[in-house]
């Protein structure tokens, strides 16, 4: 059997990266695949969160998922803490886990920076509860954006480390499922980094909550070059603020950067820029205006969580139980 895990974390600020990248996808693997989507405020405190914009942000990352088009009825959405595995699960994981592992995470050296030795315990041992949400549920496949291949295979390592060490099949190795080059979204200010919900600027980021007024401004003031658009993909190389636009239209219209070239080969981005807009607009703006409506009725989505977390917990739980047996836990 095939089941989807994913998760995205409660840190604020969701944007077209993390759409595009990721919740995109969530929805359509929904027609072939039991699918766990989960918001992941463990993770999220492995850094600073203020409790009350933490609470906010769980909602909000179960608002883009429902917003975008992921079916509560089908597939299960729910917040990390309120199934407790999770936690049991990466436990034993960081009692299966080598440091030798850990310290070649690319993702805690740049999170972590200069001041490893003020980092948190949590944020190292991020990749651990990775794993344990994935194979708490023995899922099969986990769609992540490039950034988190390197944790995926941890996981891998670590299922097939407990299998070994404990003689038996517990654990599948998961399988990433990496989707297209249009996942990588640049900030609108500065075509070289990554659009970021830490970036300062508001005008980096298209996000979730921005309605269509919002959405169009911040295309209009998006950073450009002087030239008119190329006919053929390898003279965007050099051109990062055009590349990012094209990638950003040819994402939302489900087609190639050369075929959007194609179309609009010699074309200045006085006129590319209304027609990206009108297509984010169609595309992004519907999903905005859902998000105000889940935002103003957070009993709605506090239900959704409620039911997700008790259809998660009802699969967790016989595999936590089935583990700790695995590890000779008495089970009184
Ligand atoms: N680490 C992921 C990210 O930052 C979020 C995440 C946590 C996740 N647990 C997961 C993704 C399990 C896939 C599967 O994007």
Redesign the pocket.
């Known amino acids: 059997m095939s089941r989807i ?5 409660p840190s604020g600020n969701l944007h077209l990266g993390n759409y595009l990248g ?1 919740i995109r996808n969530f929805v359509r693997l929904q027609q072939d695949y039991e699918c766990i989507y ?1 918001a ?1 405020d463990m ?1 999220a405190i492995t850094v600073w969160q203020n409790p009350d914009e933490l609470r906010k942000n769980t909602r909000e990352v179960a608002a883009a998922y429902i917003a975008a088009g992921v079916d509560p009825e089908k597939s299960i959405i729910f917040a ?1 803490s309120s199934v407790p595995a999770h936690a049991e699960l990466a436990w034993i994981f960081n009692c299966v886990a080598r440091l030798g592992w850990l310290n070649r995470m690319t993702q805690f050296k740049e999170k972590a920076g200069k001041n490893r030795e003020n980092a948190s315990v949590g944020l190292y041992a ?1 990749p651990n ?2 794993a344990a ?2 194979l708490v549920y023995r899922a099969t496949h ?4 490039e ?2 291949k390197q ?2 295979e941890l996981a891998r390592d670590i299922a097939q480390k407990f299998n070994n060490d404990y003689h038996t099949e517990t654990f599948p190795l998961p399988e990433p499922l990496i989707f297209g080059a249009a996942t990588r979204v640049m900030s609108l200010r500065d075509g070289s980094k990554k659009m970021s919900k830490s970036d300062p600027s508001d005008y980096s980021r298209i996000t979730f909550m921005d309605d269509r007024d919002s959405i169009a401004l911040k295309l209009r003031k998006a950073r450009t070059d002087p030239e008119p658009l190329p006919d053929n993909e390898k003279e965007l190389e050099g051109r990062p603020e055009a590349a990012n636009l094209v990638g950003i239209y040819a994402a939302l219209a489900d087609r190639t950067r050369q075929q959007v070239l194609e179309e609009f080969a010699g074309a200045p981005f006085s006129s590319f820029k209304p027609a990206l807009t009108d297509l984010a607009v169609e595309k992004f703006g519907p999903i905005g205006e859902e998000m105000k409506r889940l935002a103003a009725n957070p009993d709605h989505v506090d239900a959704i969580l409620k039911k997700g977390a008790e259809r998660a917990a009802a699969i967790a739980n016989p595999i936590i139980r089935e583990v700790k047996d695995v590890v000779g836990f008495l089970q009184p």
């Open positions: 895990f994913s998760g995205v974390q990721a989960c992941v993770h990390q991020y509860l990775m949400d994935i986990v769609p992540v954006g950034d988190q944790h995926l």
